[in-house]
């Protein structure tokens, strides 16, 4: 049986109640958008930079791989249930994994919620000051999560080739 020291039990449940958060924030905002916005309504927000702009995507992000959304939502299902696997396992890990992880499942969840439910996701953020195909929250929970677990690791990857690379050099020298 796999054991759970107190401090990592606590680490699992902020976890699991960040992502319940971020999830109910998402599809409450998608609500907020879908009693106020028409579809291809296009909103102001702060002018010249963001707008409301709501869509709908049957894709992923972007409207990439349209129109299938049955395999997404399994494809999407799958990764989630790696993701929460790996948050919910007792295993030492640094703290950006168990910051990043869970914002990526956070939005995989909320979206996969949107297709099962609706059967594409309600998109709505509008970016204006460049060409940018329209978003949401759950969108850039996925990216921004991603792309600093992506980093963090490239980080580790440089960190530990340069204590590498010192340890074999202060090794050479003391053989000296």
Not at 1 to 24: D, G, P, S
Not at 111 to 119: A, P, Q
């Amino acid at each position: 049986m796999i054991k759970y020291n107190k401090k990592k039990l606590i680490t699992v449940a902020v976890q699991l109640v960040a992502i319940a958060v971020f999830v109910a924030a998402d599809l409450l905002i998608k609500e907020i958008v879908l009693d106020n916005i028409a579809l291809y309504e296009k909103i102001d927000f702060i002018k010249g930079l963001y707008g409301w702009t709501y869509i709908q995507n049957t894709g992923v992000a972007w409207g990439m791989f349209d129109g299938n959304p049955e395999l997404l939502s399994v494809v999407t299902g799958v990764i989630i249930v790696i993701g929460i696997g790996y948050v919910v396992s007792p295993f030492k890990r640094p703290l950006a994994y168990d910051i990043f992880i869970p914002m990526i499942i956070s939005g995989g969840l909320a979206n996969m919620i949107d297709r099962v439910i609706r059967g594409f996701v309600v998109d709505y953020i509008d970016t204006l000051f460049i060409e940018f195909p329209v978003y949401n929250f759950a969108d850039c929970l996925v990216c921004v999560g991603a792309f600093a677990l992506v980093f963090y690791m490239i980080y580790e990857i440089i960190r530990d080739t340069k204590a590498e690379k010192l340890k074999k050099q202060g090794g050479a020298a003391s053989d000296e």
